[in-house]
């Protein structure tokens, strides 16, 4: 099993709502990623864990929260987000440890999120 | 730190005809370099990867690029483009030592041609 998957495909929220966006792995990768990506651009890092422990956070808003609650799990929980939110929003998987490849990413197909 | 450039936005071609995206790159040591394509409202995919070894790597839907120290280049090449190739390309540059986070270029946009 060589996949990422991501749900929901497409959201559309309020700027009150809470939601969240789920991302799931199975090929035993210890390092999980969530990008943002606005149209034409390259994915911007947000957040990182690696061995279920959040190592890097790109100075994210806080109502951006990132969870991962076993190491096959990565959710991102949404709340008061604001129109400028609307992005792709990608998750990614890789590899850590001792002969792994570092920079080789496994993505997903993305959360399409608009924010109203 | 790692940086990478991408100079063209955009490239289009006819179909059948060849390709080549350029991508430079710099890094102090050695660096691990990746060619990511993006078809429309998709994730990324990772079309070939550059660590070690062979300089000219393979890699998948016919596509290969050549790793060249002296230039700090890493460019993509395909000899006959398919309608189903136009899509937003990616390089990136990995650290081989220490962050294991790769720097993405700002993409080069391929359209192509019939």
């Known amino acids: 099993d060589t996949e990422v998957t991501q749900t929901p495909k497409h959201l559309v929220m309020g700027m009150t709502n809470k939601k969240s966006l789920k991302c799931e792995q199975h090929?035993?990768?210890?390092?999980m990623y969530w990008y943002k990506q606005k149209a034409k651009k390259p994915p911007e890092l947000m957040f990182v864990?690696?061995?279920?422990?959040?190592?890097i956070n790109e100075s994210v808003p806080s109502r951006f929260s990132p969870e991962c609650p076993n190491s096959s799990l990565l959710n991102l929980h949404l709340h008061a987000l604001q129109p400028e939110d609307s992005a792709l929003y990608l998750c990614?998987?890789?590899?850590?440890?001792?002969?792994?490849?570092?920079?080789?990413?496994?993505f997903g197909e993305g959360s399409r999120l608009t924010v109203l | 730190a790692q940086s990478v450039t991408q100079p063209d936005i955009h490239i289009t071609v006819s179909e059948g005809a060849s390709l080549e995206l350029r991508c430079n790159y710099s890094?102090?040591?050695?660096?691990?370099l990746f060619w990511y394509v993006q078809s429309p409202g998709q994730g990324l995919q990772l079309l070939l990867k550059?660590?070690?070894?062979?300089?000219l790597v393979q890699g998948i839907k016919g596509f290969e690029a050549e790793f060249k120290r002296s230039q700090s280049s890493f460019n993509l090449r395909k000899p006959s483009v398919h309608w189903s190739d136009a899509a937003e390309y990616f390089c990136?540059?990995?650290?081989?030592?220490?962050?294991?986070?790769?720097?993405f270029g700002r993409g080069t946009s391929l359209i192509v041609h019939p």
């Open positions: 550059y660590f070690s070894g062979d300089t």
């Open positions: 090929m035993g990768h210890r390092a």
């Open positions: 990136a540059v990995g650290a081989s030592g220490g962050s294991y986070i790769p720097t």
């Open positions: 990614a998987s890789s590899p850590l440890g001792r002969g792994a490849t570092t920079g080789e990413l496994f």
């Open positions: 864990y690696s061995y279920e422990k959040l190592s």
């Open positions: 890094y102090g040591a050695t660096p691990y």
